[in-house]
């Protein structure tokens, strides 16, 4: 079975159009081999503990409720780039069916384990971008997907899935964001990342106008995305120390966490107020409303 490298991956971004090697995001995902689940969150190469992705998915809950609560639980939901199966799991205690898909075998494998013994819920391998499963679904989930997907592709995706959508049905996008234009990670890890402006015109593009979007930023991402930056400039400024460390990991990550209030507030909100870059990345989630019988965003 393959596996992550030992060694963390070096990511090199770019300003440029938001293109990128879809081979090289299939080959990344493919190479998690048991590492999946970790992967599956990215938690797997800035050595985070697992209290660390827990964390992280309460917050999106938390954040996700009142946009799922509307929904009709007798519906089905479709799970795009399903990972290791954490939300088709969650989904599958509250909807009436899920359906999960992913690229990655290794994910799939990952997902069957942690779904064993729902009998609601299917998952299946195998590429979103040419077959999807039949609707209608009530709520269709990606989780990360229209980062690694040229505009093009998003586009082409969004409009197919939006015709699998029911009357009320809506789509939930979870999308790493930068703050201006677009930026593209090179080299062994790639991805795009959009500012909210250029997401805005993908699902324009993708035929939703902007009264029918809706985003609300993951706190739950920040706080996991700060850890991991403590422990990339730990590895710059103390190179003397292991490179790759779950124990340093899980150190770094409680020291944050108990300082929560200035490490994954006040910190951020500064380094934003002094006009730093800092952290570069965020996330929001997309609730996109094509059907006018949806109800508005709360």
């Known amino acids: 079975m393959k596996r992550v490298a030992s060694t963390p991956t070096e990511i090199r971004y770019r300003e440029t159009a938001a293109e990128i090697d879809d081979g090289a995001v299939r ?9 999946a689940a970790k992967a599956s969150y990215m938690g797997h190469e800035r050595d985070m503990p697992a209290a660390a992705m827990r964390y992280r998915f309460a917050r999106e809950r938390r954040l996700l409720e009142p946009w799922l609560r509307p929904l009709d639980p007798g519906g089905r939901v479709l799970d795009v780039g399903c990972g290791a199966g954490t939300w088709t799991d969650y989904f599958a205690g509250r909807f009436a069916g ?5 690229r990655s075998p290794a994910m799939i494998r990952a997902a069957e384990a942690r779904c064993a013994g729902r009998a609601n819920v299917e998952l299946r391998a195998g590429d979103f971008r040419g077959e999807l499963p039949e609707g209608p679904f009530e709520l269709v989930f990606l989780g990360g997907i229209c980062m690694y997907l040229g505009d093009a592709d998003a586009e082409a995706l969004l409009r197919r899935l939006f015709e699998r959508l029911t009357e009320t049905g809506v789509v939930i996008c979870r999308e790493s964001t930068v703050r201006r234009r677009i930026q593209v990670a090179e080299g062994r890890y790639q991805a795009v990342y959009r500012s909210l402006g250029r997401y805005a015109a993908l699902f324009e593009a993708a035929g939703l ?15 996991m995305n700060i850890a991991g930056e403590a422990v990339l400039a730990r590895r710059t400024l103390l190179p003397f120390l292991p490179q790759v460390s779950p124990a340093l990991g899980a150190a770094t990550w409680w020291a944050l966490r108990l300082a929560a209030p200035v490490s994954f507030v006040l910190a951020p909100w500064l380094a ?3 006009g730093l870059d800092w952290p570069r990345l965020a996330n929001h989630f997309f609730l996109l409303r094509p059907s006018a019988s949806t109800q508005p965003a709360p």
């Open 27 to 35: 080959a990344y995902f493919d190479a998690v081999g048991e590492a």
């Open 98 to 102: 899920v359906v999960g898909i992913d």
């Open 209 to 223: 106008p902007a009264e029918r979007v809706a985003w609300v930023r993951n706190d739950g991402y920040d706080a």
């Open 272 to 274: 934003g107020r002094a």
